[in-house]
């Protein structure tokens, strides 16, 4: 069966450092692979998609990356956080065209 | 262009009684539609999707949802609300591609004992 991992589950970092937020998925080849962004009492925001190593569609411009060095690895990051990007961070995953299944979430407090 | 409605942000009912959390669409094709739920600090979890098939969808928890086109509406239901359903629902809605998913904004959901 497919899993999903996200890690850290918890952060907390101060203004104007990076951040490098992971999410791997195992059990599955060549997923499509989600980033959102949940601010408190909010929906969530699609920040990242992907299609593929290397292919990135990014939705909302910031002050945010992502890459996709591996089939089933995502990673989120930035240069320098801003305080408003504190957060709920999810990675989400899916077989092409079809439902998406989310990781458990990253809670990033910027200080 | 697609998206969704959740035409209440917040719902409270009492615990045996019926659930009812509202969901509109737009969308220019036929869109697969979804219904997640999310638990405090959580991720999300499908309840149910609607892909063509059966316009009324039976999920997990007895959540059920009907597709109507012709309201354009993704209504989510369950005859007898449990302490447990108290959470945030999500409806959903693909791109034309399947490739992105837009989500309402969400409904909060209290269950009152």
């Known amino acids: 069966s497919q899993t999903i991992h996200q890690w850290p589950a918890t952060l907390v970092q101060p203004v104007g450092s990076p951040l490098s937020l992971e999410c791997t998925v195992e059990?599955?080849?060549?997923?499509?692979l989600y980033w959102y962004r949940q601010a408190a009492g909010r929906g969530l925001q699609l920040l990242f998609y992907?299609?593929?190593?290397?292919?990135i569609s990014s939705e909302v411009p910031q002050n945010l990356s992502a890459s996709r060095p591996q089939d089933r690895q995502f990673i989120l990051s930035s240069k320098k956080l801003l305080l408003s990007d504190s957060g709920f961070y999810l990675c989400a995953w899916a077989p092409g065209t079809d439902t998406q299944y989310f990781g458990p979430g990253t809670r990033l407090t910027v200080l | 262009a697609q998206s969704v409605t959740q035409l209440d942000s917040h719902v409270s009912v009492s615990e045996g009684t019926p659930v009812l959390l509202r969901c509109n669409y737009s969308?220019?094709?036929?869109?697969?539609l979804f219904w997640y739920v999310q638990h405090p600090n959580k991720g999300l979890q499908l309840l149910l999707k609607y892909t063509s098939a059966a316009t009324l969808v039976k999920g997990i928890n007895g959540f059920e949802a009907e597709f109507k086109k012709s309201e354009t509406s993704f209504h989510l239901t369950k005859p007898s609300a449990h302490m447990s359903d108290a959470a945030e629902y999500f409806c959903?809605?693909?791109?034309?591609?399947?490739?992105?998913?837009?989500f309402g904004t969400g409904t909060s959901l209290t269950v009152i004992p």
């Open positions: 059990g599955t080849s060549n997923p499509n």
């Open positions: 969308s220019s094709y036929s869109p697969s």
């Open positions: 959903v809605v693909t791109s034309n591609t399947g490739n992105q998913f837009y």
């Open positions: 992907s299609v593929g190593i290397g292919q």
